[in-house]
C-alpha cells in the first residue's frame, strides 16, 4: 500500500528556468550556448549539488572556465534567486494528496547555499506543507547515488515499497526502484497525475 510520495523539485514543482533568466538578462545568443555548457550543464554544477566542496571553492572554477565572459556570470550569479519559481500546480498538488491521507517528502539534487537563498526569496511556497525533505548539498549525497534515497528512508522510517518517487530523470527513478519504491518519470503535470492515481489504486 502506497503512504507516501516522495517529490523531487526542479523541473517537478519549480521551473528551473536558466534560460528564461538569460533571456530576461539580454545576454548574447553566443554567449547563452556557452553558459548552458559552461555553467548549467557544467560537472561543477553536479559539485554545487553534491556539496562536499564550498561554493566560493565552485564560483572559483566557473569563473576560470568563463574568464572571456566574466561579466556576464557575475550578472547571472547575481540574479541567481530568480533561476527558479514554482509552479502554479506545485501547493496544491501537494496539499490534496495530504488532504487524502499520504505523506508527502522531498528528495531533491540541490546547492546548499541557493536552496536557502531560495527558501528566503519564497520560491518554494510548498515548504511547509511537507513531512519531511532530504537535500543533498545539505547531506552531501547525490542522486542517482543510493546512498541519498537510503538516508531519505533511514530518516524518516520509511518503507520503500510503501513509497512513489516522482522526478523527471530516468536515471533517478531507476534507483528508486531498484530499492523498492515505485517511480514516476515526471513529464508533465497531467500525466504525472494519471500515473499517480493509477498507482494509488492498485
Same mark, same amino acid.
Given at each position: 500500500?502506497? *503512504? %507516501?510520495?516522495?517529490?523531487?523539485?526542479?523541473? #517537478?514543482?519549480?521551473?528551473? $528556468?536558466?534560460?528564461?533568466?538569460?533571456?530576461?538578462?539580454?545576454?548574447?545568443?553566443?554567449?547563452?550556448?556557452?553558459?548552458?555548457?559552461?555553467?548549467? $550543464?557544467?560537472?561543477?554544477?553536479?559539485?554545487?549539488?553534491?556539496?562536499?566542496?564550498?561554493?566560493?571553492?565552485?564560483?572559483?572554477?566557473?569563473?576560470?572556465? %568563463?574568464?572571456?565572459?566574466?561579466?556576464?556570470?557575475?550578472?547571472?550569479?547575481?540574479? $541567481?534567486?530568480?533561476?527558479?519559481?514554482?509552479?502554479?500546480?506545485? #501547493?496544491?498538488?501537494?496539499?490534496?494528496?495530504?488532504?487524502?491521507?499520504?505523506?508527502?517528502?522531498?528528495?531533491?539534487?540541490?546547492?546548499?547555499?541557493?536552496?536557502?537563498?531560495?527558501?528566503?526569496?519564497?520560491?518554494?511556497?510548498?515548504?511547509? *506543507?511537507?513531512?519531511?525533505? #532530504?537535500?543533498?548539498?545539505?547531506? *552531501?549525497?547525490?542522486?542517482?547515488?543510493?546512498?541519498?534515497?537510503?538516508?531519505?528512508?533511514?530518516?524518516?522510517?520509511?518503507?520503500?515499497?510503501?513509497?512513489?518517487?516522482?522526478?523527471?530523470?530516468?536515471? %533517478?527513478?531507476?534507483?528508486? $526502484?531498484?530499492?523498492?519504491?515505485?517511480?514516476?518519470?515526471?513529464?508533465?503535470?497531467?500525466?504525472?497525475?494519471?500515473?499517480?492515481?493509477?498507482?494509488?489504486?492498485?
Amino acid at each position: 500500500m502506497i *503512504k %507516501n510520495i516522495v517529490f523531487d523539485i526542479g523541473n #517537478v514543482l519549480v521551473d528551473f $528556468r536558466w534560460r528564461a533568466l538569460m533571456d530576461e538578462l539580454q545576454l548574447a545568443q553566443e554567449t547563452r550556448k556557452i553558459f548552458e555548457r559552461t555553467v548549467f $550543464r557544467s560537472p561543477w554544477w553536479g559539485e554545487l549539488d553534491h556539496g562536499i566542496y564550498e561554493e566560493a571553492e565552485i564560483l572559483k572554477n566557473f569563473r576560470e572556465d %568563463n574568464k572571456e565572459h566574466l561579466e556576464e556570470f557575475n550578472l547571472v550569479w547575481d540574479h $541567481r534567486d530568480k533561476l527558479v519559481e514554482p509552479y502554479a500546480y506545485a #501547493v496544491d498538488w501537494i496539499v490534496q494528496l495530504k488532504e487524502a491521507g499520504l505523506k508527502v517528502y522531498l528528495l531533491s539534487n540541490y546547492p546548499r547555499e541557493v536552496f536557502a537563498l531560495h527558501t528566503e526569496c519564497g520560491n518554494f511556497p510548498f515548504l511547509d *506543507k511537507v513531512d519531511g525533505k #532530504v537535500i543533498s548539498g545539505f547531506v *552531501k549525497k547525490i542522486k542517482p547515488n543510493a546512498d541519498i534515497y537510503e538516508h531519505l528512508l533511514k530518516e524518516y522510517s520509511l518503507c520503500a515499497d510503501e513509497c512513489v518517487f516522482i522526478d523527471d530523470r530516468e536515471e %533517478n527513478i531507476g534507483t528508486a $526502484r531498484k530499492l523498492g519504491m515505485k517511480g514516476i518519470v515526471f513529464v508533465s503535470y497531467e500525466q504525472a497525475c494519471e500515473e499517480l492515481t493509477r498507482l494509488l489504486q492498485n
